[in-house]
């Protein structure tokens, strides 16, 4: 069984149930989706739900036709923020095949950060079969291989859905999946973007809840994108809770720094750093294309006195969403810089592209996988079972 706040081992399989949508998108609608997917603006026929409640642990596993949720004005989400959730792709490879790109990853992170806000722990192994229910159903809403950085981008999420005002960990929550299919982050290919380095706000605190992927998380750091776009920026950069002097991370991505010198480092997990799995994997691939990956504390002061003397070459953020995105200019209230190779609006470093190139490779199949990091998902119905 599960418990509330730990990690009791559970043995239990997840049968879902399944609801087909009486009124699906028109295949003409959804060529129309597919063609301009955008991001998280259309979403597939159907989605996952689950329900759990202390006395009976998660039950009703379903996949139902996608729409609104019936929740509680008082449900303790909609209060105290009880919410997590996670983020990843589905990968359509040429033969036709549909892959996750390390869900045990994420599998993994849902767990920590179920056990940070107090929610009940979905298995990991009922993580990735939610996952596979979902996109074997809308399998046909995973864009076509060859269609460019397109997939269909995963959003499970868990939250405290119980009606009761008393802040305590909820006993009645709901964990689901939905999809929307995600087209190119950049239509004409990867584009710096600039950065303001944010010396008032601060994303996390040792002890608080930046290491999990909470809601709450991100709705704290939307005042210091407002402060970024009024700068002209369009990403914030935090610094460290305490000495305001070490570089954490970006409010949706994790920050890689190229030493002219052939190093790549990046600000070592703090505890107030989300893991990132394009940060993880990055680091990898970096090591395998010859870099020095460093994970250890670096300062504002450094990375810009770096950027000064070309001693820093190129800055670049990583993230599931983006993939990995050039960093070409960053400023802060009193200065401005723009970072070497990065400074026009079509630059992009080579060690950036590099392992832009090296990690999309992986993810669409296009090259061997010998770590064994993709996991299939779904066949398409034509495909010899
Ligand atoms: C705060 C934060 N940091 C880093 C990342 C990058 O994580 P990942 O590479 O797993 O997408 C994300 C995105 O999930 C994020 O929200």
């Not at 006395?55 to 303790?76: C, D, F, I, N, T």
């Not at 590099?354 to 296009?366: E, F, H, K, M």
């Amino acid at each position: 069984m599960t418990s509330q706040n730990g990690t009791a081992a559970v043995a239990d399989t997840w049968n879902f149930e399944v609801e087909l949508a009486s009124a699906p998108a028109t295949a003409d609608a959804r060529a129309a989706v597919l063609a301009k997917p955008g991001f998280g603006q259309s979403f597939t026929d159907h989605m996952v739900l689950a329900s759990w409640t202390e006395e009976r642990g998660w039950h009703g596993q379903k996949v139902m036709p996608y729409g609104p949720l019936k929740v509680s004005p008082a449900a303790a989400v909609l209060h105290y923020a009880q919410e997590i959730f996670e983020g990843l792709k589905a990968y359509r490879h040429e033969d036709g095949s549909v892959w996750a790109f390390r869900p045990e990853m994420n599998a993994a992170r849902f767990s920590r950060s179920a056990q940070r806000l107090a929610l009940p722990q979905v298995p990991e192994q009922e993580f990735l079969a939610a996952l596979r229910a979902l996109v074997t159903v809308d399998e046909v809403w995973v864009p076509p291989a060859g269609s460019g950085e397109t997939s269909l981008y995963l959003r499970p999420y868990m939250m405290a859905t119980e009606a009761a005002l008393s802040v305590r960990p909820a006993r009645e929550v709901l964990f689901g999946v939905i999809a929307s299919p995600a087209g190119p982050y950049f239509d004409t290919g990867p584009k710096p973007v600039s950065i303001w380095l944010s010396d008032t706000s601060i994303r996390a605190t040792p002890g608080g809840t930046g290491a999990a992927k909470c809601g709450g998380n991100y709705a704290a750091s939307l005042a210091a994108f407002a402060e970024a776009t009024e700068n002209g920026c369009n990403q914030v950069i935090y610094l460290d809770a305490v000495e305001r002097r070490w570089i954490e991370e970006s409010g949706s991505m994790n920050v890689f720094f190229v030493y002219a010198d052939g190093r790549i480092a990046t600000p070592e997990l703090s505890g107030s750093i989300l893991a990132g799995v394009t940060r993880d994997s990055v680091l990898e691939l970096a090591a395998d294309l010859g870099y020095k990956v460093e994970e250890r504390r670096i300062s504002a002061d450094e990375w810009r006195d770096g950027v000064r003397t070309g001693e820093i070459a190129e800055t670049f953020a990583s993230g599931t969403a983006a993939v990995i995105t050039p960093i070409g200019r960053v400023a802060w209230s009193g200065g401005n810089l723009p970072i070497g190779d990065h400074s026009t609006a079509e630059g992009v470093g080579p060690v950036t592209s590099s392992i832009r190139a090296a990690l999309l490779d992986l993810q669409y199949g296009r090259t061997p996988d010998p770590r064994g990091w993709l996991a299939r998902l779904a066949f398409p119905a034509h495909f010899p079972h």
